[in-house]
Every structure is written in structure tokens, then in C-alpha cells.
């Protein structure tokens, strides 16, 4: 196996483990436990059947894309021909731009959030949630990062250090732990923390349709997309999606056939597929 993937995978199960730890001991909210062993079920299941379609599909597409522009010398950072970690961190900084665009469009797009809701439909919020995503929405995701890749001329090394850093703040920003409210405040600044995406899993759709970024807490500040909190207590509020409770949504099966289910109506709430973002 090439050693970059071995090094992310070390990364992330490292990451997992900590993270694990810390909702044990210091969970944020306290009912989370329940029904986890069905949710774990689930959500680590599709993480391999997304691994399993990647390995065979667009798996590699970033890398490949990144030594094709590079042998080239295709893409915006090397017509500025910059310091090599100087180009890295603007690499980073763009795919992570990039990637802030890819969810928003996910929840504009009727047929994209037919996938990406597959992630939204959890009851639950945690750091099994950063790995429920129907195996499509990620295999289409790495062909619109390698696109990215290439108008930047991000070389391998941006991307693979982009990818860790994408994969590991997933797991952290997932995480149902308790953040000393000084700490979330300043991380928030500048990162993305669990207190600021929870609010993206809020069963309310205007606060669903906020907060979107990934690394950066920045991109939802300049797009106007930022959301401090919920209305309600984030301790009680309802997580997940209204019109897709039932047990079949949370099946490995039910949720890889989820995006070609009809959508129930949800009253009087807008569709994210139709709000705007
Ligand atoms: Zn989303």
C-alpha cells in the first residue's frame, strides 16, 4: 500500500481513538449513547462501502490529477512561482474554498442533497457521523476536489496533507465533546469546531443550511453562511432530518437507497434543495 495512504489512515484511526475517548469521558450531549450500536452499525459500514467504490473508482483522482498538472505546469500557483510551502498553504487554503462550495451547492441542488442527506439523516451527533456519507456523494466529491487540483496546480503534497487535514477536522468538528467555551470561542476565529457544526446538523432548516465549512471557519464569515447557535439548546435539540426518522433510513441498506427515495413532505419548512443554500 503507498505509504501516504498508510500515513492518512494512521492519522485518522489515531484521531478516532482520541476523539472516542474524549466523547466517553467529557460527552457534550448526554443522550447521544442511546441507540449508538445500530448508528455505529450503520454509519461504519457505508465508510467501507465508500472505500470499497474510491478504491475502484476516483480514489487516486486528486494525486493523479496533481503530478498530471504538475509535469505540465498547468494551474494558477505556479504562474506565481512562489516558495514551495508557500504554494502548499495557498493550495490548502483554495481546495479547502473549494470544498466549503462543493457542500453548499450539496444542500442547493435537489439531486446532490438526494446524497448528502444520506449524512444529514442521523439522529446522532457524533464521530461516527463524519463517516455517514453514501458511497456516490464521495466518489463524486474526489472527481470535483481533483478538477480543483488541477485549476490550482496544487502538487501531490498539498493534497495529501489537505486530505489528512480534511479527514481529521471531519472526525473533530463531528466529535460530541465538551470544548471550554473560551477555547471554542477562539478556535472559531480562525477553525471549525463541534459547537459550530452542530448547528449544521440542527433539524431546523435554516440553521441546516449554515455553517458549511469544513477546515475554515472563514468561508461561512465572507459568504455570509455563518451561524453562531441554534434558537434552541444544543443540548436537547432535535438532530437529524424531520421527514426521515424511520428505522428503514437508518439501515445500511436504507440509507444507500436513500437518494432514490421520495422525499416526505416536512410541513411547512423549506426544502434544502430549493432554499438557496
Ligand atoms: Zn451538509
New binding site residues.
Partial sequence: MDQTVLFRLAVFATLLLVMGTWEAILPYRRGEGQARAGRWLTNFALMICGAALSRFTTGAAMIIAASYAQARGWGLLPLLHLPAPVAVLLAIIGLDCAVYWQ?RF??MFDVLWRF?RV??VDPGFDISTAVRFHPLEIAISAAYKACFVVILGADAWAVVIYETLLSSFAVFNHGNVQLPRLLDQALRGLFVTPNMHRV?HSAVMDE?NSN?GNILSVWDRVFASYREKTREDDRDMMIGLIEFRDSESQSLAGSLFLPFRREPARGNQQEPGKSGS
Fill in positions: 457542500h450539496t444542500h448528502h449524512h444529514h449544521h441546516t458549511y
